[in-house]
């Protein structure tokens, strides 16, 4: 009995403010006096920070251009009945001010599932962060797009890096009745988490030699080593376009970076005139009801243009001044009653 006593008090927590919740502490009273101010002032910075943002995205340049090519009157429509690929046609539009740089241009696609859980778990991890033992045995999360017909493995596989947007742009401004070409800037769009951490290269010079008895995905049209012609830094796993894609984007109409436009006569923007935007059509949307545009846009300090985030702002801040004006008008009316 004794023994048991003395491990009971051996398991009790130490006699101290702690331990036994005697420490001091403070409960806010909240009264009329401190909430309808307190409802009040919050509604007020918050329609502060709302007409901020509302503004500051208002301000924001942008410019959307559609060319799936459905309509017979769009200068795409040829290319999106052919099946041929490289089928080229040319969008031209006008700016009527300076876009102010620095310029970003995106291509957005419509209807496209991105988020599509068995669509964004074909991938092999282990393959594109350059392990060469998954180069020839690729995982089966890949399939359908793991092995070709002769049973070759196909690097990168899965659906995502098969499905890799391939349509291409060159922009030109028309000066004096001549094409001048705009530079564009295709270094650094990707994150840097997945350039520097997340995809890697084989360590294996050259390049080309780690695909050896391998092919590439059956939609593209060279294989990874060769993404990038003009740059060969620029291939492989850690190519800026592969790198865009394979991000997935979480809504099914979104935007993907393609380049900036920071360079030369351009540095400080789009000057006012007539454009010429030339379009390599390769990637079908059709069959899925999709839709394809380009964005030429600039950015603030809060980001891309969206104004969602001003109105939400504004929304809340207006909720808070409401109530308080409520709870003020009850207030008055059950503490200072009408005197007879």
């Known amino acids: 009995m004794k ?12 006699n101290t403010a702690f331990t036994q919740q005697r420490l001091p502490a403070w409960q806010p009273m909240l009264s009329a006096g401190i909430v309808i101010p307190g409802f009040l002032l919050i509604g007020l910075v918050f329609i502060g920070i709302g007409v901020t943002l509302f503004v500051t995205s208002q301000n924001i340049q942008m410019l959307e251009m559609d060319y799936t090519g459905v309509d017979k009157t769009s200068p795409c429509y040829k ?22 740089g620095p310029v970003f241009f995106y291509y957005g ?19 594109l962060s350059g392990d060469l033992t998954y180069f020839t045995t690729p995982s089966d999360d890949c399939l359908p797009y793991q092995y070709d017909s002769s049973s070759k493995p196909i690097v990168p596989c899965g659906s995502v890096a098969n499905s890799m947007f391939n349509d291409s742009f060159t922009l030109y401004q028309i000066v004096n009745g001549t094409n001048k070409l705009v530079p564009f800037d295709g270094k650094g769009i990707s994150w840097w988490t997945d350039y520097n951490i997340k995809y890697r290269n ?23 080593y060769e993404l990038d012609t003009s740059d060969a830094s620029n291939n492989g796993f850690i190519n800026q376009d592969f790198l865009v894609w394979m991000r997935r984007a979480a809504l099914p109409d979104f935007r993907k970076l393609y380049r900036r436009i920071t360079e030369g006569d351009y540095a400080h923007g789009l ?27 600039n950015v603030s300090w809060m980001g891309g243009k969206n104004q969602f985030l ?8 207006s909720l808070c001044v409401f109530m308080s004006m409520v709870m003020l008008i009850v207030y008055a009316k059950f503490k200072f009653p009408e005197e007879d």
Not at 110 to 126: A, C, E, L, P, T
């Open 310 to 317: 001003g109105i939400a702002y504004l929304v809340v801040g």
């Open 271 to 297: 000057p006012a005139g007539n454009y010429s935007l030339n379009i390599t059509y390769n990637y079908p949307v059709i069959p899925f009801d999709g839709r394809k545009k380009v964005v030429i846009s």
């Open 79 to 100: 290319c999106s009945e052919t099946t041929h690929k490289n089928c080229m046609c040319t969008l031209d539009f006008s700016v009527s001010r300076l876009v102010e």
């Open 3 to 14: 023994k048991q006593e003395e491990e009971e008090t051996a398991n009790r927590p130490d």
């Open 202 to 224: 084989p360590n294996v010079t050259p390049l080309k030699n780690a695909f050896n008895n391998t092919v590439k995905p059956p939609y593209w049209s060279k294989p990874a």
């Open 109 to 127: 696609l419509s209807n496209y599932f991105q988020n599509y859980r068995k669509y964004g778990v074909s991938k092999d991890f282990y393959q």
